[in-house]
């Protein structure tokens, strides 16, 4: 079902009824179970989940970077600029990556060659999408290692020598050497302590509108989504349970998990004896419950709520949930 | 570098010293000695006592030890043989290439032949390619090499007589050696790349390199190789080892006149000097190629050379 | 992900999870049986060979394989078969004792130098250098040579010429497992070095070292049929499989089946313990499985 | 592709694997079984050796037509090893084209291996067989044109002694003029003053001192022949001089013949690849073992040249207090006549052999033909049983140790005989398989053994009699420490030249054969095989056995 927030012009990147699934040990793992997703250019979406919702796959569905051997995209399609990218040939799709569309990765100690100079590994992304000289080829890395805040005489250093957040920013330096359309953040920061991750932060949102690039963050920090996106999508066992605009999700969040997520935050002004996590344990994606995957946890389960999927309803505020009784859960939280 | 370099140059003087110590202890508590084997058996019991009295054989420990460590290490001469009366060094000197050559030979198939098959096989895991590359390498793996160079001389040599079973000569002489030498290294760096590259194949930075639009082909041999390496290299190194050991036996069965079985037909003939000169030899040679496994290891990865430069070596 | 699915949570020993993981492994289910098919083999050879393993019958040399010898007689007449049987007996006994043995000592060794470091890590570690730069097979030979030939001496010859590999890679992982905390704290309750270096070292720095030795039995028993073959270790007229490989070499155009059989004999013992190695090194490091 | 599951795939492709290793073998071995081996010619005619159980069978040669012509040039292959080509070392390294063809000695062997000629030397004097004086020719130059005198003779003979592997028994050597030297020797037993004159090779002290390796790989010598190519442990070429020394072919000495312009010898050690090579005519001639005989035997294309080897086996019984058999004639009798010596003709050499009838080479030319029709020892198991029983010991009372040599073949095997042999009258003999070095070092010392295998040759029996049971060699008692002075006493009675007459030879053969100290067992029947483009026609073994090629006869030389 092919939901787009304005119809007026075309969205610069359409995800419909994505299905993806692990095998590992003869077991089938259900990660990605019917999103549908649309972004349009120069906009920022957040996915909001705990880890093992799928997020992470996702973006590397839209890459077709999954792990071949274990994964497999069972059904649906990804369309940018027009384009579905799972009916792409290999070398088409190869086109595409780094140079349309970058990542940046989570763990920064991990996502650089170890064995490789740091300068040669930006200059890498470049020469493959651009038939430029060499010598061309490292002014436009020198460059882009300044950009990130890094002097460029550490060109022909090794991963070793940098600190994480260093290496993050060549991280983010190799996704955004091709000055790509759509920029897949998985995480960037949580590797990072707290001080890098806000440089860090800052510099991926002035490059972005530098570059006029809409970005997919992947997170399950509320206030990193709060500071740089502009849509929002909450994520609970592979599937989207709530869609709207930052306002709309911080300011009424509709759905029982969403409101889960916001208890549990902290508050720093009020002194709590105990913190309020949400009941139970994340579903066995091998094994997930039926109906509303949430319903296992969520206080206002019905039995409707166990049969068949749930579709998307609008919410007052104009956002979408994924949840049969939202009135009466808005009710109920109106007055605790 | 060059001065880690240095270092371990000069830290192999005392390792070859204790080589040496160490073998002619061995020997000078090996029972029996060469008199018989020079004479024969027509000799009598003071022809034998007289030739071993001309050979020294009968001096106390310590003054043939001084004697023999003075000559290898002051003078540097390795003596002469004492059946054939010939200078060891120029013995050994006439018969290292056909020795090195082989080994080399063996090493260079197993690694070209080897490696790749080990890549195939952590990239295809599980599929056909897989299964069968690694059951052929448990072969190759469980195959003694002397008995493989037997088959091989009873099918190509004696049976079809495509290929001479003995000798040296031009490159047809050197096919079934290197091959019976091989075998059990290609099986062995198959099964160790394998290894290694399934460890590194699922790692982050070979994700990166897709995202970055680079080809499967380099992301394999130009991503996941160079990092899988170290432990590859590793089993070269210890391959070089036992291969040096193993041609002793293949010098044997297909003739070639190398070290090994020079020192193999010394060790039983009591031919002392030989077997000295030849193990400090060997030695030698020995740890300057394990020098040059671990000079490789920095190549390959930055974070080992700075380790070499930083501190004091391991 | 808590799995949810198992029932009680038995208390799982290592061992018998690693011996549960050891039976899904088809290839090392096979191996095992194939060798203890052998041991079997070399236990009750006496009763099962068809012909004592001396006697010859001058009139049947060099006989290929016919009924009444099914796999033939070599240059003495000799059934190779009944040789075959009870020569398992010197394979298994020289490769499972002078590994044991090689191991025994290298742990003693390593677990010294491991323990200990400093000035006593140095000393052994350097003498362990200069014993790797011979070449193990020039070793073993000069050993075989100075003990003497037999069988006792040249098990005995294996396992010293054994101990480096197994000290260094016991002392790597002492080292390790040296500045773990639970070693401090068995330190901080005062047991003696040698109680801390048997029930808590070496334990937990002993997995690699089952898998090595399971592999260089393997090794072992090549390396005893090869120093027969140059005429050392065993000597005729006993059945060691090297020395009847050595045996048969002169008859290597005429009758070829006195060489290849034995060879073959190695070849399958030394496959099955490969892939009973290859088992264990798989249960043990489970991350290589999937 | 049908859901092979892991399980079934390994299994099939297991057992295919092992189904294929197998059957390759099989394959390899299976042409062996039609014995057809791959000779052109007809198949042969020769029973497989398996059947007959004759005892030490020969097969005839069967060239019927002597072909007219040679080659002038013969490759010929040999298992020894040539490292080196130095005069003076141990026996059997150096090859007899160098001893023979390039050095030359002071005397020689005639063509009876038994009988000195002069061949440097010009002429000897001697009144007590101690002290000889010896005049050498004016006219001796080397290869390279150095002139020889009696200070090159004195030199050659004191580099030969300093070496340490010959001349125990020379006393001294001095020069007496330009052309002439003084020998002493210790002793004038028959063989000392040969084994002197015969073996130092006679060389230049200018050119020996002026090569760096002591003539190791280029040998100056006054030979008949010198080395073009050495390429050590691989072949050795040598081609006839036209400039030797001896212009009166009269005059000339037998071994200084040289029938064939250029021989090469080409050194493969494996015995089966000796026969492929003689086969597909990468050599012309070789010396080929009985194990890898089959595809020449009665192959018409190939000349054959069998001899018994002079070197055989014998078993000598041990005299130290340790040993049961010490001082007990009887049990040594019993053991020799328990020894089946056709059985182990059969197993050690392939069924090519013949007995021996005394202890030594019935080649000797002190050889008595009476000896062969006594009983020596003959295989009789019933007798051995009676005089165990005599000896004083009930079957399997009895444990002996025998020591041999494991790496020899034809030993090993011979034990391995002479074991079951003793364990069918009730002894049970160990086999002490040494290495040469460790066996060396024990074989002169009764201590470690009951039974000894060696062998012994010499061309007179009384000289190998002497180097084997002479006291003096051996610190008073025999090489297994056997004292026996009625012994040494009739061995010194028939070892000069005055008392080496067939009775005293005949006393000491009977009192030995009596005692049962030493019993010669057999001797190998050596095949030489030749293409019939060779053209030899009558072979020259010397004393040892070898085949000198120089001194062979060939059809139109």
Redesign the interface.
């Known amino acids: 079902m092919a939901i787009t927030k304005n119809t007026n012009e075309m969205p610069f990147l359409q995800i419909k009824d994505l299905v993806v699934e692990y095998t590992s040990d003869g077991e089938t793992i259900h990660a990605v179970n019917g999103v549908d997703l649309s972004l349009r250019r120069g906009e920022t979406l957040g996915l909001v989940g705990e880890t093992g919702a799928g997020k992470t796959t996702i973006a590397k569905s839209i890459l077709r970077i999954l792990p071949d051997r274990s994964a497999k995209i069972c059904g649906g399609e990804i369309f940018v600029n027009g384009k579905d990218l799972l009916k792409l040939s290999e070398p088409e799709i190869q086109q595409i990556r780094g140079n349309e569309i970058a990542m940046i990765f989570q763990d920064p100690m991990t996502a650089l060659n170890p064995v490789k100079r740091v300068g040669d590994q930006i200059a890498e992304v470049i020469r493959i999408h651009n038939s430029i000289s060499p010598a061309e080829v490292e002014k436009r890395a020198k460059e882009m290692l300044e950009l990130v805040g890094i002097p460029a005489q550490r060109f022909r250093e090794y991963p070793h020598q940098f600190s994480g957040g260093m290496k993050q920013r060549v991280v983010i330096a190799i996704a955004l050497a091709c000055n790509p359309d759509l920029l897949l953040a998985d995480e960037p920061t949580t590797a990072l302590d707290v001080t890098i991750q806000a440089q860090v932060l800052d510099m991926i949102a002035d490059l972005k509108k530098q570059k006029n690039s809409s970005m997919i963050m992947i997170t399950h920090d509320l206030g990193v989504v709060a500071e740089v996106c502009d849509q929002v999508g909450i994520i609970y066992a592979g599937e989207i349970v709530e869609y709207g605009s930052k306002e709309q999700i911080f300011d009424h969040p509709t759905h029982p998990y969403t409101i889960g997520l916001f208890g549990a935050i902290p508050d720093m002004n009020e002194d709590e004896e105990w913190l309020h996590p949400i009941e139970g344990l994340p579903p066995d994606p091998t094994n997930l419950p039926q109906g509303c995957a949430f319903n296992p946890r969520c206080p206002y389960a019905t039995e409707e709520c166990r049969k068949g999927k749930i579709p998307f309803a609008e919410t007052p505020d104009g956002h979408l949930s994924r949840c049969l009784h939202t009135a009466e859960v808005l009710k109920k939280e109106a007055n605790a | 570098m060059f001065k880690y370099f240095l270092k371990r140059l000069l830290w192999m003087i005392p390792i070859v010293l204790g080589v040496a110590i160490i073998t002619f202890t061995l020997l000078y508590f090996?029972?029996?000695?060469?008199?018989?084997?020079?004479?024969?058996?027509?000799?009598?019991?003071?022809?034998?006592e007289?030739?071993r009295?001309?050979?020294g054989v009968n001096q106390p420990y310590l003054v043939r030890l001084v004697k023999y460590l003075g000559d290898v290490f002051l003078r540097f001469d390795l003596g002469t043989s004492y059946?054939?009366?010939?200078?060891v060094t120029?013995?050994l000197i006439?018969r290292l290439p056909n020795t090195l050559l082989l080994t080399i030979a063996s090493l260079a198939i197993s690694v070209l032949i080897g490696l790749p098959l080990g890549v195939t096989a952590a990239v295809n895991q599980?599929r056909l390619g897989d299964?069968?590359s690694m059951?052929?390498a448990l072969?190759g793996v469980s195959m003694p090499s002397f008995w493989l160079a037997m088959?091989l001389v009873?099918?190509f040599?004696?049976?079809l007589?495509w290929l001479p079973?003995?000798?040296?000569g031009g490159l047809k002489y050197w096919i079934l050696p290197a091959l019976s030498g091989s075998t059990g290294g290609i099986a062995s760096i198959a099964r160790q790349t394998r290894s290694s590259m399934l460890e590194v194949i699922r790692s982050d930075y070979v994700t990166t390199a897709r995202a970055k639009g680079v080809k499967e082909r380099n992301v394999i041999y130009g991503h996941a190789l160079p990092n899988a390496l170290i432990p590859i290299i590793t089993l070269v190194g210890t391959q070089f080892g036992m291969m040096l050991g193993g041609t002793l036996i293949l010098e044997n069965?297909f003739?070639i006149?190398g070290v090994g079985s020079y020192l193999t037909t010394a060790v039983?003939?009591?031919d002392y000097p030989v077997v000295q000169g030849g193990v400090v030899f060997l030695a030698i040679c020995f740890s300057f190629c394990m020098l040059m496994v671990d000079m490789i290891y920095a190549l390959v990865d930055p974070r080992i050379k700075a380790q070499y430069e930083g501190k004091k070596g391991k | 992900m808590a799995n949810t699915k198992t029932s009680t949570a038995k208390k799982k020993s290592h061992f018998r999870m690693v011996l549960r993981q050891l039976k899904k492994n088809?290839?090392a289910m096979?191996g095992l049986a194939i060798f203890l098919v052998e041991v079997a083999i070399a236990v009750f050879a006496p009763a099962l060979m068809p012909y004592g393993y001396?006697d010859?019958d001058?009139?049947?040399?060099?006989?290929?394989p016919t009924a009444r010898h099914l796999l033939g007689t070599d240059?003495?007449?000799r059934d190779i078969l009944s040789r075959l049987m009870y020569g398992a007996r010197y394979s298994l006994v020289m490769g499972l004792t002078s590994t044991a043995g090689a191991m025994f000592l290298g742990i003693c060794v390593g677990s010294i130098a491991g323990y200990f470091g400093g000035q006593v890590d140095n000393i052994i570690m350097r003498i362990l250098d200069i014993i790797q730069s011979i070449p193990g097979m020039l070793l073993t030979i000069a050993l075989a040579?100075v003990l003497?030939?037999g069988v006792d001496k040249t098990i005995m010859a294996l396992s010293v010429a054994g101990i480096s590999g197994y000290a260094r890679l016991l002392r790597a992982n002492m080292l390790n497992v040296r500045n773990l905390e639970y070693i401090e704290a068995s330190q901080s309750i005062n047991c003696s070095k040698l109680r801390i270096i048997v029930s808590h070292m070496i334990p937990n720095s002993i997995s690699p070292l089952i898998v090595t030795a399971t592999m260089s039995v393997a090794s072992t028993i090549v390396l005893a049929a090869s120093l027969s073959f140059i005429?050392?270790g065993v000597?005729?007229?006993s059945p060691e499989w090297g020395a009847m490989l050595a045996?048969g070499?002169?008859?290597?155009?005429?009758?070829?089946?006195i060489v290849?059989?034995p060879g073959?004999a190695i070849?399958?013992t030394v496959l099955s313990l490969n892939m009973l190695g290859d088992g264990l090194r798989d249960a043990l490091d489970p991350k290589l499985k999937n | 592709m049908t859901n092979l599951s892991?399980?079934d795939?390994?299994?099939v492709?297991?057992l295919g694997?092992?189904g294929l290793?197998?059957a390759?073998?099989l394959a390899?071995?299976?042409?062996?079984?039609s014995?057809t081996?791959?000779n052109t010619g007809s198949d042969s005619a020769n029973t497989g050796?398996?059947?007959n159980?004759a005892t030490g069978k020969t097969v005839e040669n069967v060239v019927n037509e002597i072909p007219t012509t040679s080659q002038d040039s013969i490759t010929f292959g040999a298992s020894a090893?040539i490292?080196?080509l130095?005069p003076?070392?141990?026996?059997?390294?150096v090859p007899t084209l160098i001893t023979y063809g390039v050095y030359e000695t002071l005397f020689a062997f005639g063509e009876d291996n038994t009988t000195l000629e002069p061949r440097l030397a010009k002429g000897v004097q001697t009144d007590d067989n101690l002290t000889y004086d010896v005049e050498i020719y004016d006219n001796i130059y080397d290869s390279n044109g150095n002139h020889i005198t009696a200070d090159d003779v004195v030199f050659s003979f004191h580099a030969y002694k300093?070496?340490?592997?010959g001349l125990?028994k020379t006393e001294s050597i001095e020069k007496t003029g330009d052309y002439s030297v003084r020998i002493v020797v210790v002793d004038n037993a028959i063989g000392t003053w040969d084994d002197t004159v015969r073996k130092t090779a006679i060389v230049s002290e200018k050119e020996y001192n002026a090569s760096e390796?002591?003539f190791?790989t280029a040998p100056v010598g006054t030979g008949m022949y010198a080395v073009t190519e050495f390429k050590?442990?691989?072949s050795l070429t040598v081609t006839k001089r036209d400039d030797y020394w001896q212009a009166d072919e009269s005059k000339r000495a037998f071994l200084a013949s040289a029938n064939m312009d250029e021989l090469t010898q080409m050194?493969?050690?494996?015995?089966?690849?000796l026969?492929?090579a003689l086969q597909?005519g990468a050599i012309d001639l070789a010396s080929i073992?009985q194990?890898?005989a089959?595809p020449f035997m009665g192959n018409s294309d190939y000349a054959f040249f069998p001899l018994t080897a002079p070197l055989g086996l014998q078993v000598y019984f041990s005299g130290d207090a340790h040993s049961p058999v010490a001082d007990n004639q009887k049990l040594r009798q019993a053991i020799l006549y328990a020894i089946d010596v056709d059985?182990i003709i059969?197993?050690a050499y392939?069924g090519y052999g013949e007995r021996q009838y005394t202890f030594g080479p019935s080649a000797a030319s002190d050889f008595q033909e009476k000896w062969r029709n006594e009983d020596y020892y003959n295989y009789d198991v019933d007798k051995a049983k009676a005089l165990l029983e005599e000896a004083g010991y009930k079957p399997g009372e009895l444990h002996l140790q025998i020591l041999s040599i494991?790496?020899i073949?034809a030993w090993?095997?011979a034990c391995?005989?002479m074991?079951?042999n003793l364990s069918a009258i009730g002894i049970d003999l160990e086999?002490l398989?040494?290495?040469?070095?460790?066996?060396?070092?024990y074989?002169?010392d009764g201590q470690y053994y009951d039974m000894l295998i060696?062998?012994?040759?010499?061309n007179y029996l009384v000289t190998a009699w002497n180097?084997?049971l002479?006291a003096?060699?051996?610190?008073g008692k025999t090489?297994t420490s056997i004292d026996d002075p009625k012994l040494q006493e009739l061995l010194k009675g028939c070892l000069f030249e005055e008392n080496h007459t067939p009775e005293n030879v005949d006393a000491f053969h009977s009192y030995l054969k009596e005692q049962a100290y030493a019993y010669g067992l057999c001797a190998p029947q050596n095949f030489t095989f030749a293409k019939k483009e060779v053209g030899m026609v009558e072979p020259y073994y010397d004393y040892i056995g070898g085949m000198y090629l120089p001194c062979c006869k060939y059809a139109g030389k």
């Open positions: 090996t029972p029996g000695d060469p008199a018989y084997i020079i004479l024969g058996s027509n000799a009598t019991e003071v022809e034998l007289n030739l009295e001309t050979l059946s054939t009366k010939t200078s120029g013995e006439y599980n299964r069968v059951l052929l072969l088959l009873i099918l040599a004696v049976k007589h079973a003995m000798g040296v069965i003739g006149p039983s003939s009591r | 088809r290839a096979i001396t010859a001058y009139t049947a040399l060099h006989q290929p240059d003495m007449g040579a003497g030939t005429g050392l000597q005729p007229p045996g070499r002169a008859w290597i155009q005429q009758y070829p089946h290849i059989f073959l070849m399958i | 892991r399980r795939f390994l299994k492709m297991g694997t092992v290793v197998g390759l073998a390899g071995c299976g042409d062996g079984a014995k081996g791959t050796s398996s059947e159980t090893a490292t080196t130095q003076y070392l141990g026996v059997g390294l300093e070496s340490g592997v125990a390796d002591g190791s050590p442990g691989i050194v493969i050690a494996e015995a089966s690849q026969a492929v597909t073992p194990a890898v089959d059985a059969t197993v392939d494991g790496a073949d090993s095997k391995q005989v074991q079951q086999i398989n040494y290495e040469a070095a460790l066996y060396g070092s074989m002169n060696n062998n012994v040759t010499q180097a084997k002479g003096q060699n051996f610190g090489c």
